[in-house]
Each structure stands twice: as structure tokens, then as C-alpha cells.
């Protein structure tokens, strides 16, 4: 049982690239969310998704693209990257029960340069 | 504006000792759910507890328990007869009953358990 998955685990970046996180889910969840952990701040969430075509901006999405074509996958894109999204990424998948628990991958350590 | 605030950055605990994590937060919202979340040095994020906010009773999990007080806002983590294992970042986090299951998070507390 896979779970959440996330690739790669590592990554640098120079300034200015654009690159694409991947996120994939294989318990049909019909939630599925981007969040960012920096030190001293928590999990902070970018962008999130209620089903297939649905999203929606979370707290800090500026610099940040999503887009869900199918249940399973919850791409993030980052356009320019910038040195202000270093960062360890985190995606998540729920089922729309409310209160259940959202379920994490183990994290994306992006470094832009 | 949701907002969770921990303020005990670092935490420490003998084995076998029992300690207790701070979190109180703050929402408008009346239907919402708390959490407890443990990140290791894996990283990876993993639930510890979680507390319906319309349930007064005390959510426990082994040797894990909350003490939530609604009125207050506050729900603090006690663990109990600590182990090695339990070194971790301990994240706070609430989400409201609406579309998306969107979490809020504090900033952490870094609990070590000493041997």
C-alpha cells in the first residue's frame, strides 16, 4: 500500500527555473493538498483540491501552480523559482469525510539557488 | 483568521516520564476538528491523536492523551511513560468542517526524550 507518494525527495534549482513536483495517491481520496514547512512556521498550505478540475488557493499559492486531472495525481508547479521557495514540500490526500485525517508524503527538500 | 500558536519551542523528558505539549488556537468556526501530528527526523508526518471539537470527552490513544478545553481554546498533548521513539516534532493542527479538509498548523515543539 503506497499511500501518498512524492518525487523527487530531493531537488536543486537555480533562479528562474521552473520545475514540477509530483504527488500521487493511490487510496482514491478525493482531497488532495500542497503544503510548505519552513523553520519556525509550521506547514503552511498553498493549494488544495476537492476533486478532479476543482482547485483552490490555499495561504500562500503566489508562485505556485496546481492543476488535477484525475483523482490520483496533484502536481505542483513551481514558474520561476525564487530563493524565497527553499523549502521542504509536503502533499497530502484525505477523503472528503469530514475530521479524517490527511494522510502526507514524505516531503520534497527544494533548494533554489 | 485561523490561527495555532505552541509556545514551547523545545521540550526535553526523561524516559518514563510523562510531559505535556502546549497548544491553544484560535477560530470564529463552531465545527471543527483538532490533531496531533509527529514528525520524526524521517519526516514524515504521522498522526498521533485527533479530537472532535463537538466531543467533550478527552480523546486518548494508548499512551497519548489530550486535554481539551473548548472554552479556552486550548488542546494540550500529554504523553505518558515516554520513550525513545517519541523524539520527534510535535505539530498541533486544526481543520474546519467546510470543502477541502484544509489544516492549520502551529510552529512546532521539538520534544527529546533523554534515556
Known amino acids: 500500500n503506497a499511500g501518498v507518494t512524492q518525487t523527487p525527495k530531493f531537488q536543486v534549482l537555480k533562479t528562474g527555473q521552473s520545475m514540477t513536483l509530483q504527488c500521487a495517491q493511490d487510496?482514491?481520496?478525493?482531497?488532495m493538498s500542497w503544503y510548505r514547512q519552513d523553520p519556525g512556521m509550521g506547514l503552511r498550505l498553498i493549494h488544495y483540491?476537492?476533486?478532479?478540475?476543482?482547485?483552490d488557493q490555499g495561504e500562500v499559492p503566489n508562485g505556485y501552480n496546481v492543476s488535477r486531472s484525475t483523482t490520483e495525481d496533484f502536481p505542483l508547479r513551481l514558474l520561476s523559482a525564487a530563493p524565497s521557495q527553499t523549502s521542504v514540500y509536503f502533499c497530502?490526500?484525505?477523503?472528503?469525510?469530514?475530521?479524517?485525517?490527511?494522510?502526507f508524503g514524505q516531503g520534497t527538500r527544494l533548494t533554489v539557488v | 483568521a485561523q490561527t495555532v500558536t505552541q509556545s514551547q519551542p523545545e521540550m526535553s523528558v526523561q524516559e518514563a516520564e510523562t510531559v505535556t505539549l502546549s497548544c491553544t488556537y484560535d477560530?470564529?468556526?463552531?465545527?471543527?476538528?483538532l490533531f496531533w501530528y509527529k514528525q520524526p527526523p524521517s519526516r514524515q508526518m504521522i498522526l498521533v491523536i485527533r479530537?472532535?471539537?463537538?466531543?467533550?470527552q478527552n480523546a486518548t490513544e494508548n499512551r497519548f492523551s489530550v486535554n481539551f478545553q473548548k472554552a479556552a481554546k486550548s488542546f494540550s498533548l500529554k504523553i505518558s511513560d515516554s520513550q525513545l521513539g517519541d523524539t520527534a516534532m510535535y505539530f498541533c493542527?486544526?481543520?474546519?468542517?467546510?470543502?477541502?479538509?484544509?489544516?492549520?498548523f502551529g510552529t512546532g515543539t521539538s520534544l527529546t526524550v533523554i534515556p
Open positions: 493542527a486544526f481543520m474546519i468542517r467546510n470543502t477541502g479538509n484544509q489544516f492549520y
Open positions: 487510496m482514491n481520496h478525493e482531497y
Open positions: 479530537q472532535e471539537a463537538y466531543k467533550q
Open positions: 497530502a490526500s484525505s477523503p472528503p469525510d469530514r475530521g479524517t485525517e490527511a494522510f
Open positions: 483540491s476537492v476533486g478532479a478540475g476543482i482547485t
Open positions: 477560530t470564529s468556526e463552531s465545527n471543527y476538528y
